[in-house]
């Protein structure tokens, strides 16, 4: 069990450490319309894309994800992290591949957030627990208690 609590809080150290330390990549100014209105990106153009602005060391993609509506945006609080969902717009792309989850906004050819992909380290399995006839019980019968 104290491995399962140490896992998790290490994975939300990391993950909240990686967003300080990465932070939003969007720039403070205006940014400038990529795609025209109506245009659409499929995920292979993103992920090329994406691939073009991250340096992902040859990683495989593993899901990428198109937030193309509001509906969509909010199923994404349940499959990222809340602080890349909470910067996502309509008509981003949420990849992720072996090591990291990239949100993508094709609209301005922008990575909006680079995470690391933290897996729990491998822990020891758990031991069978002992049977009913391996530990020995401790029994009191009615007398011997009233004497």
Do not use: H, W
């Amino acid at each position: 069990m104290k491995t399962v609590i140490a896992a998790i809080v290490a994975c939300v150290v990391v993950g909240v450490g990686a967003y300080f330390l990465f932070g939003s990549n969007e720039s403070s100014g205006e940014e400038e319309a990529v795609l025209g209105e109506g245009e659409t990106v499929t995920a292979e153009q993103a992920e090329a894309a994406v691939r073009e602005l991250v340096e992902l060391d040859g990683s495989t993609l593993n899901a990428a994800i198109f937030a193309n509506s509001e509906d969509a945006l909010s199923n994404l609080v349940d499959i990222a992290p809340s602080f890349v969902a909470d910067a996502a717009v309509v008509g981003d792309f949420y990849l992720v591949f072996d090591s990291k989850q990239v949100l993508y906004r094709p609209s301005t050819n922008k990575v909006v957030q680079i995470v690391p992909v933290v897996r729990p380290e491998e822990t020891e399995p758990i031991a069978e627990a002992e049977t009913i006839d391996e530990v020995e019980v401790a029994t009191t019968s009615v007398s011997e208690v009233g004497e």
